[in-house]
Nanobody, 124 residues
Framework: QVHLVESGGGLVQAGGSLRLSCVAS????????VGWFRQAPGRDRELVAA????????TYVGSVRGRFAISRDNAKNTVYLQMNSLKPEDTAVYYC?????????????????WGQGTPVTVSS
């Protein structure tokens, strides 16, 4: 199993930026894709962005495309989510999750290791 810990959340004004980090430990020698998900109060969890093992393939939900960027540094066992031009509707708890294998997936139930989440609040 891969153990994941997120950090970098906080309170920011609309238009500001945050960078979330997801550090993996445990069986990091095995290939895994990573997704960033978010869940706002009263809303379903949604995939925000995902990246494959090599970092060469990414996907984003439409509402963040062009504002957020996912990347990874496998030497540091870390995946990042750079969030720019933040909007109040980006307010949520953000989770990173790992799915076994080389390929990314937009399907939440492929991800079998989850972090504890980091809250992001964007004020207007």
């Amino acid at each position: 199993q891969v153990h994941l810990v997120e950090s970098g959340g906080g309170l920011v004004q609309a238009g500001g930026s945050l960078r979330l980090s997801c550090v993996a430990s445990g069986r990091t020698s095995e290939n895994y894709a990573v997704g960033w998900f978010r869940q706002a109060p009263g809303r379903d969890r949604e995939l925000v962005a995902a990246i494959n093992w090599s970092g060469t393939d990414t996907t984003y939900v439409g509402s963040v495309r062009g504002r957020f960027a996912i990347s990874r540094d496998n030497a540091k066992n870390t995946v990042y989510l750079q969030m720019n031009s933040l909007k109040p509707e980006d307010t949520a708890v953000y989770y990173c999750a790992a799915a076994p294998g080389l390929l990314l997936s937009p399907v939440a139930n492929r991800y079998d290791n989850w972090g504890q989440g980091t809250p992001v609040t964007v004020s207007s």
